[in-house]
């Protein structure tokens, strides 16, 4: 039932099979791809919004800046484009970090507070820094807990190696790789069950440890690269979380389970703002012909702010901008509207593409394709059908102009299955709406630039972001000028074969209207 194709066999069986089809303008496609390719604002788009305005976190005045910066170069092309919002979220805003070790030396530390982190006071925090212990249970844990008052306390496992994977097997041994591995894995299975035994999860140990009286909570997320670590949100509210590369969180563990007794300064200046409004960013090209039927481009505006937030989901943001220039420009008469959402809180859940989901009914039904880009900065080197049973025709009517050194290495899968939520595309599909992933290659996107502080304009490879934007250019072009309505019609759902029923096609999610309070 499900096959996987390269677009180049698509192509043959769509031409033969699409032959009754208008055929598309050539001049129109060789146009698109010519502006794309020689008149490209692309690098400019991506100075301005991850070097001057920065990374884009939820709350954040940066956020409020990049939705009025789109707005302004949407006006500024002709296109007409407004902030829709859509509920409220903690309002904070990023200031200095500092933390340096103070004792048994002095020595500057890599480090960041996380977002939504309390700011400290005055001259900052300076405690001695304990580990929590490896204790029978959560009962043997309770009595241990005033201990940490007035004490900074480490609460992640200390990395047994620095060096990625990838570097291991190109340099070392087997035996010692294999001993490696088999080291980290047993000392990842024992911290497991040493957080564990406290009762409480990753989420609420530091609430409980910030109850108790501790100075701050000092973490490291190791993203498995050289020099990487992932960048989320704090749990507590009085006291601060700061994330400290993987190099001088060893540095300070080994000191402490050696009884030197380090002792740390945190200086963090972020700012509480109390609601600040979420927004989502639309513009529009408004149909000549069918201006109710919709053709939507989808990226996610949002990011974490460890880094600048440049390909998670800058890129995708750049790159459906550039697209929606290009097209007002070479075809500024679609028959169908062209819509493109940027929108707010994916990274909690998907809320601002859910939000526009459920207060825009009238345009999720006259949807006629979604297409949406969010996993870095590479070539689009994956498509899935998302569980429409026809989307094998119309995909392969609409991608048949692109040019052929773009489709040659991209992987298709129909009918394929419905997204469950990884992205915003998810939350049309969920609606019935036929909404796509145009999925990447990696550049290393997982381990070095997915949520982590190396997440910088640097790592943007700006010829495979042009070459996406052709595609989507194309693709939005002959959606937009397709006589026929693409069909709706969705598989029949496999047998769960752990439960023996049949899984059902996802529901749209509830958006979270008001986020972002510690509960």
């Given at each position: 039932?499900?096959?996987?194709h390269?677009?180049?066999?698509?192509?043959?069986l769509?031409?033969?099979?699409?032959?009754?089809?208008?055929?598309p303008?050539?001049?129109?496609?060789?146009?698109?791809?010519?502006?794309?390719?020689?008149?490209?604002?692309?690098?400019?788009?991506?100075?301005e919004?991850?070097?001057?305005?920065?990374?884009?976190?939820?709350?954040?005045?940066?956020m409020?800046?990049?939705?009025?910066?789109?707005?302004?170069?949407?006006?500024?092309?002709?296109?007409?484009?407004?902030?829709?919002?859509?509920?409220?979220?903690?309002?904070?805003?990023?200031?200095?970090?500092?933390?340096?070790?103070?004792?048994?030396?002095?020595?500057?530390?890599?480090?960041?507070?996380?977002a939504?982190?309390?700011?400290?006071?005055?001259?900052?925090?300076?405690?001695e820094?304990?580990?929590?212990?490896?204790?029978?249970?959560?009962?043997?844990?309770?009595?241990w807990?005033?201990?940490?008052?007035g004490?900074?306390?480490?609460?992640?496992?200390?990395?047994?190696?620095?060096?990625?994977?990838?570097?291991?097997?190109?340099?070392?041994?087997?035996?010692?790789?294999?001993?490696?591995?088999?080291?980290?894995?047993?000392?990842?299975?024992?911290?497991?069950?040493?957080?564990s035994?406290?009762?409480?999860?990753?989420?609420?140990?530091?609430?409980?440890?910030e109850?108790?009286?501790?100075?701050?909570?000092?973490?490291?997320?190791?993203?498995?690269?050289?020099?990487?670590?992932k960048i989320?949100?704090?749990?507590?509210?009085?006291?601060?979380?700061?994330?400290?590369?993987l190099?001088d969180?060893?540095?300070?563990?080994?000191?402490?389970?050696?009884?030197?007794?380090?002792?740390?300064?945190?200086?963090?200046?972020?700012?509480?703002?109390?609601k600040?409004?979420?927004?989502?960013?639309?513009?529009?090209?408004?149909?000549?012909?069918?201006?109710?039927?919709?053709?939507?481009?989808?990226?996610?505006f949002?990011?974490?702010?460890?880094?600048?937030?440049?390909?998670?989901?800058?890129?995708?943001?750049?790159?459906?901008?550039?697209?929606?220039?290009?097209?007002?420009?070479?075809?500024?008469?679609?028959k169908?509207?062209?819509?493109?959402?940027?929108?707010?809180?994916?990274?909690?859940?998907?809320?601002?593409?859910?939000a526009?989901?459920e207060?825009?009914?009238?345009?999720?039904?006259n949807?006629?394709?979604?297409f949406?880009?969010?996993?870095?900065?590479?070539?689009?080197?994956?498509?899935?059908?998302?569980?429409?049973?026809?989307?094998?025709?119309?995909?392969?009517?609409?991608?048949?102009?692109?040019?052929?050194?773009?489709?040659?290495e991209?992987?298709?899968?129909?009918?394929?299955?419905p997204g469950?939520?990884?992205?915003?595309?998810?939350?049309?599909?969920?609606?019935?709406?036929?909404?796509?992933?145009?999925?990447?290659?990696?550049?290393?996107?997982?381990?070095?630039?997915?949520?982590?502080n190396?997440?910088?304009y640097?790592?943007?490879?700006?010829?495979?972001?042009?070459?996406?934007?052709?595609?989507?250019a194309?693709?939005?072009?002959?959606?937009?000028?397709?006589?026929?309505?693409?069909?709706?019609?969705?598989?029949?759902?496999?047998?769960?074969?752990?439960?023996?029923?049949?899984?059902?096609?996802?529901?749209?999610?509830?958006?979270?209207?008001?986020?972002?309070?510690?509960?």
């Amino acid at each position: 039932m499900y096959k996987k194709h390269t677009l180049r066999t698509l192509f043959v069986l769509m031409i033969s099979a699409s032959v009754s089809y208008a055929q598309p303008s050539k001049p129109v496609v060789d146009n698109i791809i010519k502006e794309a390719t020689e008149n490209s604002q692309l690098e400019q788009l991506g100075y301005e919004l991850m070097d001057v305005i920065g990374p884009r976190l939820v709350g954040t005045p940066q956020m409020e800046k990049a939705h009025n910066w789109a707005v302004g170069k949407y006006k500024n092309w002709g296109i007409e484009a407004r902030n829709e919002k859509w509920g409220e979220w903690r309002g904070w805003e990023r200031g200095v970090t500092h933390v340096d070790m103070v004792h048994p030396r002095v020595q500057s530390l890599e480090a960041t507070q996380l977002a939504w982190s309390p700011a400290t006071k005055g001259n900052g925090v300076t405690a001695e820094l304990v580990i929590v212990p490896d204790l029978q249970d959560s009962v043997a844990f309770k009595k241990w807990l005033p201990s940490v008052k007035g004490k900074l306390v480490m609460i992640s496992m200390m990395q047994p190696t620095g060096r990625p994977d990838y570097n291991w097997q190109e340099f070392a041994l087997k035996e010692s790789m294999e001993k490696m591995k088999a080291s980290r894995t047993q000392m990842t299975e024992a911290w497991s069950k040493r957080i564990s035994k406290t009762g409480h999860t990753a989420r609420t140990l530091p609430q409980a440890l910030e109850k108790a009286g501790a100075a701050g909570i000092v973490m490291s997320n190791w993203s498995g690269g050289f020099g990487v670590n992932k960048i989320f949100g704090a749990n507590t509210t009085k006291i601060p979380t700061i994330d400290v590369a993987l190099e001088d969180y060893g540095m300070l563990f080994r000191m402490v389970e050696n009884g030197a007794k380090p002792k740390i300064k945190i200086q963090a200046s972020s700012k509480n703002l109390g609601k600040m409004p979420a927004f989502n960013t639309i513009a529009e090209i408004k149909g000549s012909e069918k201006p109710n039927e919709y053709v939507i481009l989808s990226a996610h505006f949002d990011s974490w702010d460890g880094g600048t937030g440049a390909t998670d989901n800058g890129t995708g943001t750049i790159m459906m901008m550039e697209v929606m220039r290009v097209l007002k420009k070479m075809y500024p008469n679609p028959k169908r509207t062209i819509l493109v959402g940027h929108w707010g809180s994916e990274e909690q859940g998907l809320n601002g593409s859910s939000a526009f989901v459920e207060d825009h009914p009238e345009i999720v039904k006259n949807i006629q394709a979604v297409f949406n880009q969010d996993n870095g900065t590479g070539r689009v080197a994956n498509i899935s059908g998302q569980g429409f049973l026809n989307a094998y025709d119309y995909l392969g009517r609409w991608m048949a102009p692109v040019p052929q050194a773009i489709t040659s290495e991209i992987k298709t899968t129909f009918p394929g299955f419905p997204g469950g939520g990884g992205s915003d595309h998810a939350s049309f599909v969920a609606a019935g709406a036929p909404a796509f992933m145009l999925g990447s290659l990696s550049w290393s996107y997982g381990n070095y630039t997915w949520h982590t502080n190396r997440d910088t304009y640097d790592k943007i490879v700006f010829d495979d972001v042009r070459s996406n934007v052709i595609l989507a250019a194309i693709l939005t072009y002959m959606a937009s000028e397709d006589p026929e309505t693409a069909s709706r019609d969705r598989i029949v759902m496999p047998i769960n074969p752990r439960t023996g029923e049949q899984t059902t096609w996802p529901t749209l999610r509830k958006p979270t209207r008001v986020g972002g309070e510690i509960k």
